[in-house]
C-alpha cells in the first residue's frame, strides 16, 4: 500500500508507460493542489521567494497567467513588483513595468501576451479561463509559467496541451521562463520529450527549484 500521498498509487501507471503516466501525475498532483489546507502559508513563502529573485531583474515587461484548478496566484507578487518599478520611475525615469497575461489563438494553438492591470477589462476564452479584454499586446522577456509538475533540468509537466511549448519555439529573442509551483509537484522519474523546452528557473515553496546552486 502506497502511503505517501505526494506520489501516484501502486496501481497507477509506471513512468515507462509515457502518456499514461503522465496522466496519472496530473490528477495526483491537481487533487493534492486544490486539497490544500496550508495553502496561504504556502502561497506567502512562493511570494517572498518571487519578491527577492525578482530584485535583480532587468525585465520591463512580464508575463504571467490566471490562476486556475489551485495554482498560485503570481499577480500579487507582480503587482508589487510593478509599484516598487513606479516608484522607480520617479525616481530614475526608468521604463514602467508591465504584467501581461496570455491569450489562446485557437488555430495556431501558441499565446500571445495582453497587458494586464488591477481592475483590468476582463473576458473568457474558449477554454473559460479569464483574460484581459482589448488591451496592447506585448512581448515580455520573462515569462512566469505554471506547473502541475516539475523535473530534473527543468523540465515542466503542464495539462498536455503544449501551448507553452509552442509558443517558446517561436519567439525570437527567447524569453526568460520560469516556473512556478509548489515543491511536493518534483517529480524525480519526469522524462522530457522531443518538444518540451526546459524552464530557464523554477521557483516553489522552500525556495529555488532549478537550477540548484
Known amino acids: 500500500m502506497n502511503n505517501n500521498p505526494d506520489q501516484p498509487s501502486a496501481g497507477a501507471p509506471k513512468p515507462s508507460d509515457g502518456a499514461l503516466a503522465k496522466a496519472a501525475w496530473r490528477k495526483t498532483l491537481v487533487t493534492k493542489r486544490q486539497q490544500l489546507v496550508d495553502r496561504a502559508w504556502r502561497n506567502d513563502l512562493i511570494q517572498r521567494t518571487m519578491r527577492t529573485w525578482l530584485i535583480d531583474r532587468p525585465d520591463a515587461v512580464i508575463g504571467a497567467y490566471w490562476a486556475i484548478k489551485g495554482e498560485f496566484d503570481p499577480?500579487?507578487?507582480l503587482f508589487r513588483w510593478q509599484?516598487?518599478?513606479m516608484e522607480a520611475d520617479a525616481l530614475e525615469a526608468q521604463l514602467q513595468r508591465r504584467i501581461a497575461l496570455?491569450?489562446?489563438?485557437?488555430q495556431t494553438k501558441t499565446l500571445t501576451f495582453h497587458t494586464w492591470y488591477p481592475g483590468c477589462p476582463m473576458e473568457e476564452d474558449a477554454y473559460g479561463i479569464p483574460k484581459p479584454k482589448d488591451t496592447e499586446v506585448?512581448?515580455?522577456?520573462?515569462?512566469?509559467?505554471p506547473c502541475v509538475g516539475f523535473g530534473p533540468g527543468g523540465y515542466r509537466l503542464g495539462y498536455g496541451g503544449?501551448?507553452?511549448?509552442r509558443t517558446?519555439?517561436?519567439?525570437?529573442?527567447?524569453p526568460f521562463t520560469v516556473g512556478l509551483g509548489y515543491d511536493f509537484a518534483?517529480?524525480?522519474?519526469?522524462?522530457?520529450e522531443s518538444h518540451d523546452v526546459p524552464l530557464d528557473t523554477i521557483l516553489c515553496d522552500s525556495g529555488v527549484a532549478w537550477p540548484r546552486s
Open 75 to 77: 499577480l500579487p507578487a
Open 83 to 85: 509599484e516598487a518599478g
Open 102 to 106: 496570455p491569450v489562446v489563438n485557437k
Open 138 to 145: 506585448v512581448t515580455p522577456t520573462l515569462i512566469f509559467v
Open 162 to 165: 503544449g501551448f507553452y511549448d
Open 168 to 174: 517558446l519555439a517561436e519567439l525570437s529573442p527567447k
Open 186 to 192: 518534483y517529480l524525480p522519474e519526469l522524462k522530457p
